[in-house]
């Protein structure tokens, strides 16, 4: 059998959401060979939530039969809270189906293979640090930016975890507490300043003050319509109110990731998700700014820079999970190691 | 030789500040036996302000000829920047006489024994963790709050140092990114809100709305002397508006709190420096509060305690810097277990 870090070797990784459940077959460099999907059961029995993931899984087999005998493992991210060392799935408020599940172990005993189950922001964190933009980094913090803010930490090679698993939510950080009332009923989270929905309400608000600016147009004429995608569209025409949108954002997320600076000082910044991308005109600008926001005095040297996966980020999420496991079953050293 | 973990090793714990040098003897629990002082020399030449060092290490060998033989190394808690790793002082803003200093080497190379560095912040965290309110915990977030807030990491047994060393500077992150200035230069730092100035001029505001404090009659009439300490005589007395400005602290402090446990999840909080001891009877008030600062469904179970070392802190950082590295020296294993 080809072990973890062999070049033969190969995981699935699964990614479970609400509504579906993608998998991929992941290769030792975090290359994603083949892939399967189908709708998620979030209501119901557990079983059935269970049945619809192992159809997605069964299907990759089923598929790929030449390149079964090399798959060494699985591992899934899954909406939280969650216990990533019992592989427990707790009560994710999208999946109700499943209380103190035992994801892991039920998967693990169908397809008799170790089976490594976390959230999707540590998973993107682990992919990116192993296989994407953070390689050779030891310690990472991935963010990725769309409808919320998920963070995950990759400390000296490892995710890490907190006290129950429950750490890396920093897009409930708040920047602002005097500011406007995010859905977790804090004030001033970053996830309620410079989400996507953030960034459309400040369009909404900009464009009702200056209605020369095209966002409005790109909606139809109606402000309400205005989302993230129309604030980036108009700013590829030029729009400057558009811009200034944008630039509002990129002021906070990057005062935002000054505290992260000063308290973490990671080795290497990373923005993944549908804002990220959406921001990309504006890394440059987030590098030159971040030294004004934290008082680390080296602050210019830490790489501010994009993930390397997009859509695909939970199914390598998932496989990275049961790749660095199995790499630590094999040698119980870190599988990154520090470019220092 | 005695071992690092023997009932009967000691180390020598030093705490080298702007004006003066302390220094004392630790046993394995953290105890402290003797202890010697003496004055810093800040400016100069970089060989005095070792001499000024080394004289206060020579005076507790001196008085405690009996130790001697029992003692296995040295940590110094040094102001920084430095590099934790080599024992270098880069360029402290309060000991110009040392630039790029490797105090570890020198020290070192004086005596014959293994010396650690690390600055005080991350080396009270580490006493604590090891000797004090957060032994038996593997993560801990320990804050001092005094003239400056100074915090400190222990993720996983071990101080986490970040990139360069410069980690933990959760100080200055701002919770407010339109609020008052900083002296770092960033808005709305909660040391700028929370540290003894911050108090007292929140103190000075409140008292000259409500001159019948006795906030102004302890400051002698001049709302200028009200110092941190006059809030608390006065809270002490039963005074409502010094109650209020302590009231606001802590309301900070815990939004504060609340993003360190939202992005790390420590397994507890310490609370060490004057101004914790000022805030000692709030604490209740900080705990209760927590939930609603943070995300995480069980933060309520995240002890928020008061520190072991109070002035003494410096000597049992040193302490413990030197005791971590003797005992993973011996045996590659972190020297605080797991109480989960």
Redesign the interface.
């Known amino acids: 059998m080809p072990q973890a870090g062999s070049r033969n070797s190969l995981v699935i990784g699964v990614d479970i959401g609400g509504t579906k459940v993608a998998a991929g077959l992941v290769d030792h460099d975090g290359g994603i060979s083949a892939r399967s999907r189908g709708p998620m059961v979030a209501r119901g029995k557990a079983t059935e939530a269970l049945g619809a993931v192992t159809s997605v899984i069964d299907a990759l087999f089923q598929h790929n039969q030449g390149a079964c005998s090399a798959i060494r493992g699985i591992g899934i991210c899954s909406p939280g809270?969650l216990d990533p060392n019992a592989g427990v799935v707790i009560n994710p408020p999208n999946l109700p189906c499943w209380r103190d599940f035992p994801l892991a172990a039920e998967v693990s005993r169908t397809y008799q293979l170790p089976v490594r189950v976390d959230n999707d922001a540590n998973a993107a964190a682990l992919a990116e640090a192993l296989w994407g933009a953070g390689r050779g980094f030891r310690?990472v913090f991935c963010t990725t930016l769309g409808t919320g803010i998920g963070?995950g930490?990759v400390?000296?090679g490892h995710v890490?975890?907190?006290?129950?698993g429950?750490?890396?939510?920093?897009g409930?950080?708040?920047?602002?507490?005097?500011g406007p009332r995010c859905t977790?009923?804090?004030r001033?989270c970053i996830e309620t300043l410079a989400s996507g929905p953030a960034i459309a309400k400040r369009a909404r608000l900009a464009a009702d003050l200056a209605p020369g600016s095209s966002m409005l147009e790109l909606a139809g004429g109606n402000l309400r319509n205005i989302t993230s995608e129309i604030v980036g569209a108009a700013y590829a025409r030029g729009d400057q109110v558009a811009r200034e949108v944008l630039c509002e954002t990129v002021d906070?997320l990057t005062?935002w990731l000054?505290?992260?600076v000063?308290?973490?000082?990671?080795?290497i910044i990373i923005l993944g998700g549908g804002i990220a991308f959406l921001l990309a005109p504006f890394f440059d600008e987030v590098r030159d700014r971040l030294p004004?926001?934290?008082?680390?005095?080296?602050s210019r040297?830490?790489p501010v820079v994009p993930a390397r996966y997009g859509a695909d980020v939970g199914i390598a999420g998932g496989a990275a999970l049961c790749s660095q496991m199995l790499q630590n079953d094999d040698n119980r050293e870190p599988l990154v190691h520090s470019r220092?």
Chains 1, 2 share one sequence.
């Open positions: 809270p310690n963070t930490l400390l000296d890490y975890h907190g006290r129950t429950a750490a890396g939510e920093g409930h950080m708040s920047i602002d507490y005097r977790c009923g804090k001033g906070v005062l000054g505290n992260i000063d308290l973490l000082e990671p080795d004004s926001f934290c008082i680390n005095p080296r040297e830490i220092r």
